[in-house]
């Protein structure tokens, strides 16, 4: 059965920092994309990072330079390292992921299958 559960979500001062988290389950042994997406009040979700199984990522411009994404194949877990924080960034944070079938890893929402419930980021100037 597929399950994605985030945590890690919390409030933090303009600058700070947060470590989320994507515990995955139904996807061991697969070779999956896997994403971290964001829907910030009154916006639509936009996409912020992607990972294959190789580890090939992919970021949104926004993100520059201040967001990580990364897997734990073992723990089967999905890490998403923010630092550096603006107001701008605060959203409900989405892991999903979805079967690679090939031709890439995109931050495409239409083209995941799973996701998880969200956890909330809030970033205060």
């Known amino acids: 059965q597929v399950q994605l559960v985030e945590s890690g979500g919390g409030s933090v001062q303009s600058g700070g920092s947060l470590r989320l988290s994507c515990s995955v389950s139904g996807y061991s042994h697969v070779s999956a994309c896997m994403a971290w997406f964001r829907r910030a009040p009154g916006k639509e979700r936009e996409g912020v990072a992607t990972i294959d199984n190789e580890g090939t990522t992919r970021y949104a411009d926004f993100v520059k330079g201040r967001f990580t994404i990364s897997r734990d194949v073992d723990k089967n877990t999905l890490y998403l390292e923010m630092n550096n924080l603006e107001p701008e960034d605060t959203a409900v944070y989405y892991c999903?992921?979805?079967?690679?079938?090939?031709?890439?890893?995109?931050?495409?929402?239409?083209?995941?299958?799973?996701w998880g419930q969200g956890t909330q980021v809030t970033v205060s100037s």
């Open positions: 999903a992921a979805r079967i690679d079938r090939g031709g890439g890893c995109w931050l495409l929402d239409h083209q995941y299958t799973d």
